[in-house]
């Protein structure tokens, strides 16, 4: 009984909280691929430093703090134009749509899915993070008509009352 009572709580918070599996970074994370980047810039060949940076990107993106994320976006955003193969583009297009996931913007995010998916329709990663934002696209409206529901229950609730008072 304990575990059905556990496996309920879990899901309402999984409904309210997106419940997504995308992994987390922390500051320690991002302070080594900054510091690999640093590091990274004297001398090293053009591909290497840009794998430094790509690897920068994913670890901001992936980060529990909203900077880090807003950094990591406008990191792609410069670099989506330089993609130099459509693999590359796919990448960057899917940690971008992440990164905006994670900001909170589900609708440029499943834009940028569409994207990556156009370019490489069996890409997994995109596949399922597309059905995790479209999953919250439509918990965030069920939850906005229960709010304005609610709203026009009161308002009826209150004129309905004040009618009642007059009689």
């Known amino acids: 009984m304990d575990a059905k009572i556990g496996k309920f709580f879990e899901s309402v918070g999984n409904f309210f909280t997106g419940g997504d599996q995308l992994p987390w970074t922390d500051r320690t994370i991002i302070a080594g691929c900054e510091k690999e980047v640093a ?90 993070l597309k059905k995790v934002v479209e999953d919250r696209i439509a918990k965030d409206g069920v939850i906005g008509i229960g709010i304005a529901a609610t709203v026009t229950g009161i308002v009826v609730g209150g004129i309905a009352a004040a009618l009642a008072r007059k009689k």
């Open 39 to 128: 590091e990274g810039g004297a001398g090293d060949s053009a591909e290497s430093k840009n794998d430094s940076i790509m690897r920068l990107s994913w670890a901001l993106v992936h980060s529990k703090q909203p900077e880090d994320v807003q950094r990591g976006i406008a990191m792609l955003e410069v670099a989506l134009d330089s993609a130099s193969s459509p693999l590359q583009k796919r990448e960057k297009l899917y940690l971008l749509a992440v990164g905006y996931y994670r900001s909170g913007d589900y609708s440029r995010s499943r834009n940028l899915l569409e994207q990556s998916l156009e370019i490489s329709p069996d890409f997994r990663q995109a596949q399922s």
